[in-house]
């Protein structure tokens, strides 16, 4: 590995300043699974590595009824482990549970994932249909930007070279609603996502409509793709396995996946529409629809 | 010694299951594998590895690299010496050379050009960076077809044909060609009522051993080498070292360690050369690892494939003709396991006509290795789901067409010879027999397959010595390398020999100045070869203690029986002494004993295997999952029924990777794409249910106690099952491996499509 | 040469100390400046599992944390596992039913084993296949590492 400065802030305030003063490049440090590895291959080479890990801000998980609060820090297994954030957000759990293995999940952040940006990460299309904020600052001062925002280019996100990404910041799910994540690999764990999708849906109070969705699907495009047409292709529609293959289809078409080592163009587009219609199936049992 | 001496019914130690002595130093972290190594003032090296396929090297400078602080030596080929003559026949000493550092062209991705030793590993990695090479990037090839196409660029100007098993004779600038004929397969075909004629493909897979490739080199005074090493053969390993530095075999010492995992592709050196001259270079130790990167792209894979298979049978469901051709990656070098392919094609069957006929090609990857079967599991991938193609069109039971045609004992070989004693109907009825085999199936798209193998192993040379303490607790030192168990069954085997506890015999590997030789553990050959080993010089113990109980009855030998541990003189029952009691009067009558005896046994028999797989296939994306899982092995005589469940259970394991997931994936300009754990992907704890174990035994006459060997053929069936199992679900012919996803949807669509 | 942090922690319940760069790795700190090599390199990036340590009680891959990330925290290795002398019901029941075969991954396994015992006291087969699917095995297809999991776990359930 190259060699690197290594600084602990210990508040927030530190840590913005440092942001601030930077001359040469600087990378946080959260759990490391993407940066200590990238590190190593020489992909970058920081000449300053921030752990943010004694900046309580960044180490928070708090759920009340204003919502879900999870600093950029929170590592996957604290969230899956909460079980009262397990309960409340169910599809958040699917992505967190399914990166890497155990020892992955014991270290790898929610932030990290989102500011990794890579097309495939499994948490961003659940943070999507969750419509979860970016809460980002700087020594100036603070913005939130929706997270399907977040994302620029396979790699990079919107963040300024000054600024930080604090808390990710999701609403109180409301009545009749439920979300999925689902992504398909070619072993069972272990792997990065060939295609991935999320749903979310507010149903009816009798379950047999939709009142409103959100889809989002990954690994199929630059950057997680939130997809509005699919969604309001389902606003007002009966909970049927039509309407979902309608969406589905919607779907598969907003995709525009590449070839690469590991999956083709066409496999993709499969998939993107396979893995919608199961992710609905998923948010619609839990939002209490059958269909 | 006779041969099949002892009787199953006085077998005390044979077939139970202690625990392995080394088990504990393994439990607790103690055990010392190679990386584990530190000796004082130790530097750490590190190797520069080509970008390129295939590139000339116009010049190397690494003038910068050397005057880095904290770097002590660098070399590039021109530090090696000139090699000396090869000693043995499958070992071209100046191709290994070359192998461990590019002289002129570097043939591969990751093909070593220079290497460094720092003071640590990131002060290596640093000077590699500062080392500048001029390459002249070529035309690479990358596939067996296009390297055998008529204007395919020229790897090697002077192609020696390779040796693996059997001799090649050059065929085409970049291939070898064999052929083993017999019959008139034109004549066959005629007489046959259903012909099946596919083409496969396969991909280049790695053994996958956990452990990467590590060896630290230490001089002394003398000029005489110290070697640590991971490797599955320290004598080979020590021969090639002599051969390619050019120095006296016995001024080497190799010293074995534990190997975490090496499956055949531990048995040549790659980084021992370059740390033994980084090493002279700078008068201090040098350990060298390869990261996971290294392992991939510049060790010793297995051959991607590429195969034509043709065979009849009559309306009896007598095979009639095997047409075979197949062309495997030799890697950059020749001697790939092609001959060992098609040898093991279609012997388990008697077919009267027969052409087989294989190519070792050459190719800008890695000089392929041996991977447990080297060649059977691309062989038995297209021959079995031939052969099930075969009973499909006949309306056969598969297993009843395989009955049909097994080769049984004493019926003649492709080699020429007469099958030694088999089981191999036996085998075949206990599948059919097997719940497994007529359980419902009871979920949509679900299939079930099977698939029949065979595969040789190895006998060869293996020392061992034995020596008794006055307390009657034994040491017994081998040649051979442990990588799973293999101390425990040579101390049973040595145990039974004697009459004694199996935790009285102390097994221990010696290094390669401290024993004698002992080819490497490949070929299942360790508890067969170096169990006769001990064996025998047990045996030879016992006869010298024979004369000592005389001595003390004052009586003649042969009147001294030695039974199941206890000497007893023949004129007067009274007088016995046990193995312990006779051991502590021995330092009194002439001193302590021990003996040496290095053998090399023939007769390890065959190993045959058959596997029943279900499996279920998710039709919307493609993915195979195993439902259930069952590997039927002869095992002849199992020492240590566990451990032969472990060799069954690992081996269907890594066949299950290489049928659905496991590949080299290529770049097009040669470079390899997945050098990680992530991307070249083998199977987790998640991915296949239990694999139940059937061990039959059928004892061969070569040993002792009937053993065979046992590590091998348990890999060669399940990509060839596992295609079966997906027709048998889905309808679609798997013809090339990995039965991925992405092969299976597309696959599915095609067929989906022929059908409209 | 670059800057050494001095690294105050607790290794196996002992105090420790030592000295690294910040760009070593916990992994290479462990073997190489502490020489406890019992925790094992497979692939140095998070994919493999031999390198499994806990983190103040939490599973990590200790080629994906810096050794400077452990100042203050508390690591558990192998080593630690037996305790004066007495091996845990996990590594008798590994060696009872040859939960191993080169030993190279039984390091990394058996510290994710214990740690999934602590969690869940009966596991399911599914579910041990599960928490262990990010040790890699080679040699033993898994099967015999699921049955010494299981042994071990009715053991302790038994109080044995």
Not at chain 2, 140 to 150: G, N, P
Not at chain 2, 632 to 646: C, E, L, N, R
Not at chain 3, 9 to 38: H, K, M, W
Not at chain 3, 79 to 95: C, D, I, R, S, W
Request: negative net charge; aromatic residues 6%; charged residues 20%.
């Amino acid at each position: 590995m190259h060699q690197f400065k290594y600084a602990t802030p210990g508040s927030i305030e530190a840590l913005l300043s440092m942001l601030a003063e930077q001359r040469s490049p600087v990378k946080l440090l959260a759990g490391g699974t993407d940066l200590i590895v990238q590190m190593r291959t020489g992909a970058v080479t920081p000449a300053l590595v921030i752990d943010v890990k004694q900046v309580v801000e960044l180490n928070q998980l708090l759920l009340s009824d204003k919502g879900l609060i999870i600093g950029a820090a929170v590592s996957c297994r604290t969230v899956y482990e909460n079980n009262h954030v397990a309960r409340a957000y169910p599809a958040l759990i699917d992505a967190a549970s399914l990166i890497g293995g155990i020892q992955i999940q014991g270290r790898a952040s929610i932030g990290g994932n989102l500011c990794n940006a890579s097309p495939s990460a499994d948490l961003i299309p659940a943070l999507i249909v969750l419509e979860a904020l970016a809460v980002i600052q700087n020594s100036r001062g603070s913005r939130e930007l929706p997270v399907e925002d977040f994302c620029t280019g396979p790699g990079t996100n919107a963040l300024a070279g000054d600024e930080l990404l604090v808390s990710l910041k999701l609403p109180p799910g409301a009545k009749n609603s439920g979300a999925c994540f689902r992504r398909f690999t070619p072993r069972n764990e272990m792997d990065i996502a060939v295609a991935n999708a999320a749903a979310a849906v507010v149903l009816s109070a009798d379950g047999k409509h939709f009142t409103s969705a959100r889809i989002a699907i990954g690994a199929v495009g630059p950057t997680p793709i939130l997809v509005q047409e699919a969604a309001e292709a389902l606003q007002g529609k009966p909970v049927s396995g039509a309407s979902v293959g309608i969406a589905a289809d919607i779907a598969r078409q907003a995709a525009s996946p590449i070839n690469d080592m590991r999956g083709t163009i066409a496999q993709r587009k499969q998939l993107v529409q396979v893995l919608v219609t199961r992710a609905l199936q998923g948010a619609i049992e839990r939002a209490g629809g059958a269909l | 010694m006779k041969a099949g001496g002892k009787r199953e019914d006085v077998l005390r130690v044979i077939g139970t299951t202690p625990i392995r002595p080394d088990g504990l130093d393994k439990v607790t972290g103690r055990a010392i594998f190679a990386d584990d190594i530190h000796l004082p003032g130790m530097l750490h090296g590190k190797v520069l590895r080509s970008p390129h396929a295939h590139a000339r090297i116009k010049s190397i400078d690494t003038r910068q690299a050397a005057a880095l602080p904290g770097v002590h030596a660098v070399i590039s080929a021109a530090d090696f010496p000139e090699p000396a003559k090869p000693t043995s026949k499958s070992a071209d000493i100046s191709d290994l050379a070359t192998n461990c550092m590019a002289t002129t062209t570097a043939l591969y991705d990751g093909h070593a050009v220079a290497a460094v030793a720092a003071e640590n590993i990131h002060i290596a990695g640093q000077a590699l960076g500062l080392i500048e090479v001029d390459y002249e990037v070529l035309d690479a090839v990358l596939d067996v077809r296009s390297a055998m196409a008529d204007d395919a660029p020229v790897i090697h100007e002077n192609l020696k044909p390779g040796f693996f098993f059997a001799s090649t004779k050059k065929a085409h600038p970049n291939a070898g060609r064999l052929e083993y004929s017999d019959g008139d397969i034109s004549k066959g075909f005629s007489c046959a009522s259903v012909i099946v004629e596919r083409t496969f493909t396969t991909q280049t897979v790695h053994q996958g051993y956990i452990e990467a490739h590590i060896s630290t080199a230490l001089w002394d005074a003398d000029d005489r080498l110290s070697v640590w090493t991971s490797c599955q053969g320290h004598f080979d390993i020590r021969d090639q070292l002599a051969g390619i530095l050019n120095i006296p075999m016995s001024h080497i010492n190799v010293i074995p360690l534990e190997v975490g995992g090496a499956f055949g592709g531990k048995d040549s050196v790659y980084l021992d050369p370059l740390a033994a001259l980084l090493s002279k270079k700078c008068g201090r130790p040098v350990k060298m690892a390869m990261s996971r990167n290294e392992v991939l792209r510049a060790t010793g894979p297995s051959s991607g494939s590429s195969m034509r298979v043709r065979m009849g049978v009559d309306d009896s469901g007598k095979l009639v003709a095997a047409d075979i051709s197949f062309a495997f990656e030799a890697g950059a070098f020749p001697g790939g396991p092609v001959s060992a392919g098609i040898l093991t094609a279609t012997t388990r069957y008697n077919i009267p006509n027969y052409r087989l006929e294989g190519f070792d090609v050459i190719l800008n990857k890695p000089k392929i290795r041996p991977y447990r079967a080297p060649g059977a599991t691309q062989s038995h991938f297209a021959v079995e789901t031939v052969l099930d193609e075969l009973a499909e069109k006949l309306g056969m039971d598969p297993i009843e067409l395989r009955i049909r045609n097994a080769m049984k004992t004493g019926d003649r070989l492709v080699l020429g010879y007469p099958c030694p004693v088999i089981g191999g109907v036996e085998l075949l009825e206990a599948v059919r027999s097997h719940p497994h085999y007529r359980a419902p199936l009871d979920g949509q798209n679900q299939g079930r397959g099977v698939a029949y193998g065979f595969w040789y192993g190895g006998g060869g040379a293996s020392s061992a010595e034995l020596s008794v303490n006055a307390d009657g607790t034994v040491q017994v030192c081998t040649g051979s390398c442990d990588m799973s168990g293999t101390r425990m069954t040579l101390a049973m085997q040595t145990a039974e020999a004697l009459g004694i506890q199996v935790s009285e015999v102390q097994v221990t590997t010696g290094d390669t100045q401290s024993i004698g030789f002992t080819l490497p553990a490949w070929g299942s050959r360790t508890t067969f070869a170096t169990g006769i080993a001990c064996i025998t010089v047990a045996e030879k113990v016992i006869a010298k203690m024979i004369e000592r109980a005389a001595g003390i009855w004052e009586t003649d030998n042969s009147n001294v029986r030695f039974d199941a541990g206890v000497f007893t003189n023949t004129n007067d029952k009274l007088q016995a002494l046990t193995f312990k009691q006779l051991a502590a009067k021995l330092d009194s009558t002439g001193g302590l004993l021990s003996d040496q005896a290095s053998v090399s046994p023939q007769g390890v028999g065959f190993q045959l295997a058959a596997y029943l797989v279900d499996v279920e296939v998710d039709t919307q994306t493609g993915k195979v999952s195993i439902l259930r899982s069952t590997i039927f092995q002869d095992a002849g005589k199992a020492v240590h029924p566990d451990y032969v469940a472990g060799q069954m259970q690992g081996g269907v394991v890594q066949g299950l990777g290489w049928a659905l997931n496991e590949a080299y994936i290529y770049r097009a300009d040669g470079t390899l794409a997945n050098t990680s754990f992530l991307d070249y992907r083998m199977p987790t704890a998640l991915d296949q249910p239990m694999t139940e174990t059937v061990i039959l035994e059928t004892p061969n006459p070569g040993h002792p106690y009937g053993v065979r060997g046992v590590g091998e053929v348990s890999i060669v069936n399940p990509p060839a099952a596992v295609a079966n199992a997906i027709y048998n679900a889905v309808g679609i012919r798997m013809d090339s491996l990995p039965m991925s996803p992405t092969a299976v949807l597309e696959k599915l669509w095609e067929h989906q499509a022929a059908q409209l | 040469m670059s800057e050494m942090v001095h690294v105050k922690t607790t290794i196996n319940g002992a105090a420790v100390d030592f000295l690294c760069e910040p760009r070593q790795s916990l992994l290479e700190v462990l073997r190489d400046v502490l020489y406890l090599t019992g925790t094992k390199e497979g692939c140095n990036d998070g994919n493999c599992g031999s390198c499994t340590v806990t983190l103040d009680g939490v599973l990590v891959n200790a080629c994906c944390v810096l050794g400077v990330e452990v100042a203050g925290k508390a690591v558990t290795t192998i080593e630690g596992m037996a305790k004066n002398g007495n091996l845990h019901p996990l590594q008798v029941a590994f060696l009872e039913e040859t939960g191993l075969q080169c030993g190279i991954c039984t390091p990394g396994f058996l510290v994710s084993s214990r740690a999934l015992l602590e969690r869940h006291p009966a596991p399911s087969e599914a579910q041990i296949r599960h928490w262990l699917a990010g040790n890699l095995c080679r040699c033993t297809g898994y099967d015999r590492i699921i049955l010494a999991v299981q042994k071990a776990s009715k053991r302790m359930l038994a109080g044995t």
